[in-house]
Antibody, heavy 119, light 107 residues
Framework: EVQLQQSGAELGKPGTSVKLSCKVS????????MHWVNQRPGKGLEWIGR????????IYAEKFKSKATLTADTSSNTAYMQLSQLKSDDTAIYFC????????????WGQGTLVTVSS | NIVLTQSPATLSVTPGESVSLSCRAS??????IHWYQQKSNESPRLLIK???QSISGIPSRFSGSGSGTDFTLSINRVESEDFSIYYC?????????FGSGTKLEIK
C-alpha cells in the first residue's frame, strides 16, 4: 500500500523559512515525480511544482519560483519543500502527491501540513 | 498558463438527483483533464483520469466526458457521501493547474 506521511504543523514568523517533508512508503520515489499542492484557508487547490527525485530536476509554477525549493532524498524515500521569506498569505495546507510512474495525475496524497505564518 | 473555469461554483441538489459539473479550459487540451473529490478536512481523491477513464475503487456513478475545451463530471443519483468539493486539473501543459472547484451541497 502506498502511503505519504507528511511532517507536522509549522508556525513560522514573517521573513523566515520552513522545510516540510513527505516520506513515501510502498513505492520508490525514483520511479515517479513528487508534486506539491497548496490550499489556502477556504480556497481551492494550487499546484506549486514537482521534482524528479531520480535526477533532481524541478519545475515550478511561476508564482512559486522564488518561494518554494523542492528537494528529495532517494535513500530515505523522502521529499522536501522549503518555503522562504514567509508572508501571511503563505498560510495554507501544503500537500505532497504522487502517481504511479510519471502519470500526470495525483493518485496518492499526503495528509497535508498546515503552515501558519504569524508574528 | 492554462486556466480552468469550473461552473457552477455551488450546486444544490437533493440526494438521488443526477448532476453535471462543468470544467472549461482556456485553450484546447485534448483529454488531459483529471477530476478530484475533496471532502472537508481531507486530502483530495482522484475520481477520473484523462477526461473519461475510470479509477479502480471509485463508484460507477461517477463518470467523465469531454475533449478540447469543455469537460463534464457526471454523478448519477447523488448519494449523501458525495456532498463535497470537486476540482478539475489539467496536465496538457507541464505547468499543471486546477480549476477553482464546484461545491456540491444538499438542497
Amino acid at each position: 500500500e502506498v502511503q505519504l506521511q507528511q511532517s507536522g504543523a509549522e508556525l513560522g514568523k514573517p521573513g523566515t523559512s520552513v522545510k516540510l517533508s513527505c516520506k513515501v512508503s510502498g513505492y520508490n520515489i525514483r520511479n515517479t515525480y513528487m508534486h506539491w499542492v497548496n490550499q489556502r484557508p477556504g480556497k481551492g487547490l494550487e499546484w506549486i511544482g514537482r521534482i524528479d527525485p531520480a535526477n533532481g530536476n524541478t519545475i515550478y509554477a511561476e508564482k512559486f519560483k522564488s518561494k518554494a525549493t523542492l528537494t528529495a532524498d532517494t535513500s530515505s524515500n523522502t521529499a522536501y519543500m522549503q518555503l522562504s521569506q514567509l508572508k501571511s498569505d503563505d498560510t495554507a495546507i501544503y500537500f505532497c502527491a504522487i502517481s504511479y510512474g510519471y502519470n500526470p495525475w495525483f493518485a496518492y496524497w499526503g495528509q497535508g501540513t498546515l503552515v501558519t505564518v504569524s508574528s | 498558463n492554462i486556466v480552468l473555469t469550473q461552473s457552477p461554483a455551488t450546486l444544490s441538489v437533493t440526494p438521488g438527483e443526477s448532476v453535471s459539473l462543468s470544467c472549461r479550459a482556456s485553450q484546447s487540451i485534448s483529454t488531459s483533464i483529471h477530476w478530484y473529490q475533496q471532502k472537508s478536512n481531507e486530502s483530495p481523491r482522484l475520481l477520473i483520469k484523462y477526461a473519461s477513464q475510470s479509477i479502480s475503487g471509485i463508484p460507477s456513478r461517477f463518470s467523465g466526458s469531454g475533449s478540447g475545451t469543455d469537460f463534464t463530471l457526471s454523478i448519477n443519483r447523488v448519494e449523501s457521501e458525495d456532498f463535497s468539493i470537486y476540482y478539475c486539473q489539467q496536465s496538457y501543459s507541464s505547468l499543471f493547474t486546477f480549476g477553482s472547484g464546484t461545491k456540491l451541497e444538499i438542497k
